[in-house]
Each structure stands twice: as C-alpha cells, then as structure tokens.
C-alpha cells in the first residue's frame, strides 16, 4: 500500500536545471531516510544522493556542488535540485525511502521504490 511517486523530469539542455520532486504515501509509520537513485541504459542503478531525517546528506561524487537534495519530513517528501545539467546525468531516476511500516502489532523496515521519471540533458 505503500507509493512513492515522482515528478519533474523531462528534456534540458546542458548547462539548464530541474527540481524533482517525491511523495511517499500510504500506511507509513516512518520514514527514516529517502533518496535519489538514478539508472542509465546498460548501466547499474547507482546512488545520486541520500538525506536521513536528522538532515544529514550524502552525495555522489559526480553531483557534488551541482546537485542539492532536501526533504520535507511533514509531507513524506524528498526532492532533488539538479542545476549545471550535463549530458551524462541523462538517466531514469529513481526516489527511494527506507520505510517503518505497522502490521499488526509488528513493526517492519523495507525500502520502496518510485516507478522512476525521465531526465534527459541534450548538447
């Protein structure tokens, strides 16, 4: 029951910007970190960046100073500000959360998975 739906992908040119957005929804009893995944073609999904509730982020190296990811923790939301865009970030991405969900009297961690959106920067 639990949906992570993304937004804001499409078409840039290089050197352009894109905001994208996440939304978790469903029976959630917390969410403990979300992030941001993104998979090229013939390529393995890969880390882009990662915020924990307290605030705290990580970054790939290849984003570092371009990227900036924050999240609204009242919303179940997480997004990911993409400026100096280049051809190589062209790729599905993905937002991801680490989620506590209640079944029953028990509580259970798993991670889900957005259906992706398309970023695509052109030269």
């Known amino acids: 029951q639990v949906q992570l739906v993304e937004s804001g ?3 840039v ?24 995944y993104r998979q090229a ?17 990580k970054y790939a190296d290849s984003v570092k100073g371009r990227f900036t990811i924050s999240r609204d923790n009242a919303k179940n ?15 599905v991405y993905y937002c991801n959360a680490d989620l506590t ?3 029953g009297d028990q509580l259970h961690e798993f991670g889900s ?5 398309q970023v695509t920067v052109s030269s």
């Open 9 to 11: 992908g499409g078409l």
């Open 41 to 57: 073609p013939g390529n393995e999904r890969a880390l882009v960046a990662t915020i924990i509730s307290g605030g705290s982020t």
């Open 113 to 117: 998975w957005g259906q992706g959106t």
């Open 77 to 91: 939301a997480v997004y990911l500000q993409m400026n100096s865009l280049k051809p190589e970030d062209t790729a």
């Open 101 to 103: 969900v209640l079944q």
């Open 13 to 36: 040119q290089a050197g352009g910007s894109l905001g994208l957005s996440c939304a978790a929804s469903g029976s959630i009893f917390k969410i403990n970190a979300m992030g941001w």
